[in-house]
T-cell receptor
Framework: GAVVSQHPSWVICKSGTSVKIECRSL??????MFWYRQFPKQSLMLMAT?????????EQGVEKDKFLINHASLTLSTLTVTSAHPEDSSFYIC?????????FGPGTRLLVL | AQTVTQSQPEMSVQEAETVTLSCTYD???????LFWYKQPPSRQMILVIR??????QNATENRFSVNFQKAAKSFSLKISDSQLGDAAMYFC????????????FGTGTRLQVTL
């Protein structure tokens, strides 16, 4: 398998501020990481695929200037929600690709007031 | 494009009994992987079982097994001797082989385990 951590697990912020979420691959050098968003009682929605050292590939409808993704090392990818608004409140999950399988972090709950 | 369908939004099973969750998918690829993930109330996505499409033998992990029917594009999950800890949302997912491609998820099945 693979061990993936996310930080923070929980964040509350004011509208208009930016929030950074970290995703770390603890036991594997992950070339490819994924960022998902999940609304209550729904499936995971892929936001973007990040590859170490290159620009992320965003899914259709995801604002790349709002959701900034940086994958500067093989063990760390970050998602920054810029100028957050209440509609950005959600559960964000990262995943890593290893051995033709995806493994997931524990997720980050974001609440924008 | 690939699609994954889970037609059972909710299922219920008594403790110690067996339950089967259904999943069908559509793809034109011949080489791919199928997964069942469990999402308990903590919302951590946990890999339950993985099936390689080119392997005819059904995957098994302890109390969890699958019935993989490639021609019918069906991939059901059987949970034997159900336990209270099995209560969770279960997602079926598809991954095209050969690249770090994205997972295609089904809409999920919520499993309730009763005493």
């Amino acid at each position: 398998g693979a061990v993936v951590s996310q930080h923070p697990s929980w964040v509350i912020c004011k509208s208009g501020t930016s929030v950074k979420i970290e995703c770390r691959s603890l036991d594997f050098q992950a070339t490819t990481m994924f960022w998902y968003r999940q609304f209550p009682k729904q499936s995971l929605m892929l936001m973007a695929t990040s590859n170490e050292g290159s620009k992320a590939t965003y899914e259709q409808g995801v604002e790349k200037d709002k959701f900034l993704i940086n994958h500067a090392s093989l063990t760390l990818s970050t998602l920054t929600v810029t100028s957050a608004h209440p509609e950005d409140s959600s559960f964000y999950i990262c995943g890593i690709y290893r051995g033709e399988t995806q493994y997931f972090g524990p997720g980050t709950r974001l609440l924008v007031l | 494009a690939q699609t994954v369908t889970q037609s059972q939004p909710e299922m219920s099973v008594q403790e110690a009994e067996t339950v089967t969750l259904s999943c069908t998918y559509d793809t034109s690829e011949s080489d791919y992987y199928l997964f069942w993930y469990k999402q308990p109330p903590s919302r951590q996505m946990i890999l339950v079982i993985r099936q390689e499409a080119y392997k005819q033998q059904n995957a098994t992990e302890n109390r969890f097994s699958v019935n993989f029917q490639k021609a019918a594009k069906s991939f059901s999950l059987k949970i034997s001797d159900s336990q209270l800890g099995d209560a969770a949302m279960y997602f079926c997912a598809y991954l095209m082989a050969g690249t770090a491609s994205k997972l295609t998820f089904g809409t999920g099945t919520r499993l309730q385990v009763t005493l």
